[in-house]
Nanobody, 126 residues
Framework: QLRLVESGGDTVQPGGSLRLSCALS????????IGWFRQAPGKEREGVSC????????NYRDSVKGRFTISRDHAKNTVYLQMNSLKPEDTAVYYC???????????????????WGQGTQVTVSS
């Protein structure tokens, strides 16, 4: 069993920055990849970024490339999403998700996660 807890969500002005954290606990021996997703009101959930594999390969959706950076601290069992130059359209609940064993990420979306966190709200507004 794996538990994921997100934190770091807040309200910021356009152009601001936030760093989200996803703390992992439990059995991480089979963990291969972590993904960040987001869901805005009235919209479908979408993949934002993934990190995984032996070399911490990363992948991003086009709309966040150059602004968001995903990273992983293996010693702390934590994955981060650094978000810069935030825009109002980035407003959403952000979730982290974990994939065990074989994993695939495309355009920032981690396929078929096994575990999900509870989400953290990010609001970008002036």
């Amino acid at each position: 069993q794996l538990r994921l807890v997100e934190s770091g969500g807040d309200t910021v002005q356009p152009g601001g920055s936030l760093r989200l954290s996803c703390a992992l606990s439990g059995s991480t021996s089979d963990l291969e990849a972590i993904g960040w997703f987001r869901q805005a009101p009235g919209k479908e959930r979408e993949g934002v970024s993934c990190i995984g594999g032996n070399y911490d390969s990363t992948n991003y959706r086009d709309s966040v490339k150059g602004r968001f950076t995903i990273s992983r601290d293996h010693a702390k069992n934590t994955v981060y999403l650094q978000m810069n130059s935030l825009k109002p359209e980035d407003t959403a609940v952000y979730y982290c998700a974990a994939r065990l064993n074989a994993w695939h990420c495309e355009r920032g979306a981690l396929y078929d996660p096994n575990y999900w966190g509870q989400g953290t709200q990010v609001t970008v507004s002036s």
